[in-house]
């Protein structure tokens, strides 16, 4: 871990707009001075957000290439039809402007409620007076008022950083990110962006943030829900020099996972994380489907609040994945005891493993038993995600217009 | 509608045996003096009980004939090994010895917490007794014991009767149930029995059960979870007339579709019920896909429970189902208000919505637009389920060993 700061050749400002209302910053303009190149990841959500229609095309056009990305919170601009498309361009045109840029290097993304326009009356206004104050900005800034001006229902705000030192070069990299789960009423959601100062083409950057989303992001659960806003971000300023690449793979993978773990750790009506990890499948794709169904099983995350030992209920969701393995072979291990195996349940010390679903983290383990000898990546995988609370349905229920 | 009894050829008689508490009949025995054609449904699940690997057996080697049921509520003999199987065995040959009929003629099914065995102790010396007085039981008799015996969170007994009359003879279908999500902590969980007194082939059962099965029991969902022991059988004793086969397959569907709904509002924590309707995709599957996804969303059940117009998850959960279709061609109509079309919401009365959202029941339908014209059951499909509530997470977490 590091100082949460930007890498070189990243400036930010934030000001605040009231969206959704006012007294806190609302809109956040990161500004690469001498550009960047950039990837990004978006929702497979058929009703992906105007903005987010409006950053795949300016990221194609632009053969991943960006000088700055725009983010409000409050309002998500999603489901809102031709005026919300040309909201989002007129957001994005505005900033190009007053940065002196290219409109399609300019990218953008909204969260908060679907289905209401952008307030643009008090957007508009303030749009030059933010790009002015990133193009002020200073270097090596800290992290936290960016992170903080994306924030919904997050109770704090979710940075990460790690240095890579080659040759007593630095190479940074850092990352934000606000709220998974399409968390509050109407929310839409999740946004992280990763930045570094590495040199790095588009087409690098695109395999590292792929690799490491399928590492973290694509690895956690709130509530299953995709958003029609998720989307990540990362940016290469290039401003320092070439680095192996295996550290630069491993920081950015880190910075993805602590960026992940801080999103299931503050969902709603959080009270204790689970990690689901299966071992022994026939392929990589069956053990990811084994563990996402154990993770998200209504049952399981209730016992997990509840510190309940229903260990009934994960060999039960495990059985109903829709994957084929014999369920004679399998061993269910949470918080390392063995507890069942040949088709039975064990002896074993009741008191530990009450207190194994008792702890801050519950930790399964399924071997499915189709492999011998040394287990890899190629045929395990996890998730992890948190309990289901009466909180989190009091959050999502209780909101009337 | 009609009275609430067994058919002609079906005699039951239930028993307490303190599988999991004293005071309730827990042991039901129903009886086919001379024999039923049989078919039955079972859970996918990979960790299905022993009495189901039992049943399945019996129903093959017997080319689908009966004589008898056991049930018992209280253990669901799941994930208990050989111990598990022979235990199950024991109880079907006591059965059989006791009415004198072959063993392969009787099935057995189990409701209750996974992962325990089966008191055998308890059950075995009132085995005979059953019997007995399953032999001596009159015909006609109403079905409200036996439904009450394979109880376990069910706050109500569930029962459904059709009658069909042709040329002044009639054919009667009765069923009974009991309820569905892997309820109560380790619960496992959904039982139904359907009995005709119509003369059917063991085919001709089996096609009418699984068409029934698709139109009511797997178009229902109380949490997503397939439980180890989720079991539909049918009988038909063949002690009426032939009748018109599309008025009986009615009346099955009828019967099947009367219990599933039972099963919804009796769910744990139930406060609303909430049906999903899709058409207008491009093909059955795609319908039902997107159905079912709007129905498991926990943020849709959540606003269903608050009462809250939250439409947007509606839409999101639609546009995240993984089926293709033209976002700005979606329709969703809420309690048959429409409330989104061309990717954006429409202006309508707020506070007819907000009404729609808080009924007994909230009726959502989706027309994909994949279609025009006639829109048949060919590429439309529906879903009923329930809001989630605290109370359902309160249920499922709050129970300590």
């Known amino acids: 871990m590091s100082a949460l700061c930007f ?37 497979t959500n058929l009703f992906c957000a105007a903005p987010i229609h409006l950053s795949r095309q300016h990221l194609k056009d632009s053969h991943g290439h960006a000088s700055a990305l725009l983010l409000n919170a409050g309002c998500a601009n999603a489901a809102t039809g031709a005026l919300g498309a040309s909201n989002a361009m007129e957001c994005v045109e505005t900033i190009a402007q007053s940065l002196g840029v290219h409109a399609l290097s300019v990218l953008v993304n909204s969260t908060g409620v679907i289905g209401t326009q952008l307030p643009m009356q008090r957007i508009v206004p303030v749009l030059a007076p933010l790009a002015i104050a990133a193009l002020c900005a200073e270097e090596n800034a800290s992290l936290e008022c960016y992170a903080r001006a994306i924030m919904t229902t997050d109770t704090k705000p979710k940075m990460s950083a790690r240095e890579v030192v080659v040759d007593g070069q630095t190479v940074r990299v850092s990352g934000v990110a606000k709220g998974a789960g399409m968390i509050h009423p109407n929310m839409a959601t999740m946004i992280a962006v990763v930045m570094t100062d590495a040199q790095l083409t588009a087409r690098e950057l695109d395999m590292l943030l792929r690799d490491a989303a399928d590492r973290s992001f694509h690895r956690i659960s709130v509530d299953g829900d995709t958003s ?29 996972q602590d960026l992940a773990r801080m999103i299931v750790t503050d969902g709603e009506g959080f009270t204790r994380s689970m990690s689901v990890r299966v071992q022994g499948a026939s ?73 194994a679903f008792n702890g801050a983290h519950v ?28 909180e989190y349905v009091r959050l999502n229920a209780d909101y009337t217009t």
Not at 14 to 35: F, S
Not at 364 to 386: F, I, K, R, W
């Open 7 to 43: 890498p070189r050749g990243f400036r930010a400002a934030t000001v605040g707009a009231a969206i959704k209302k006012a007294g806190r910053d609302d809109l956040a303009l990161l500004y690469m001075p001498e550009g960047a190149t950039a990837a990004a990841l978006f929702t």
């Open 363 to 390: 930790e399964m383990m399924l071997d499915l038993g189709a492999t011998t000898g040394a287990v890899g990546d190629s045929n395990a995988d996890e998730y992890l995600t948190s309990g289901l609370t009466e």
């Open 283 to 355: 392929t990589k794709e069956e053990a990811t489907t084994v563990a996402k169904t154990v993770a998200q099983s209504l049952l399981v995350r209730c016992a997990v609040t509840g510190g309940d030992p229903n260990w009934g209920r994960i060999v039960a969701a495990a059985g109903r994945a829709g994957v084929r393995f014999d369920p004679s072979e399998l061993r269910l291990y949470v918080g390392g005891i063995e507890i069942f195996a040949h088709g039975q349940p064990l002896a074993c010390d009741a008191s530990a493993v009450l207190a």
């Open 228 to 256: 029609t806003n998720d989307s990540l971000f990362a940016f290469a300023s290039g401003k320092a020099s070439r680095v192996d690449p295996e550290l630069l793979r491993r920081a950015i993978v880190e910075v993805c």
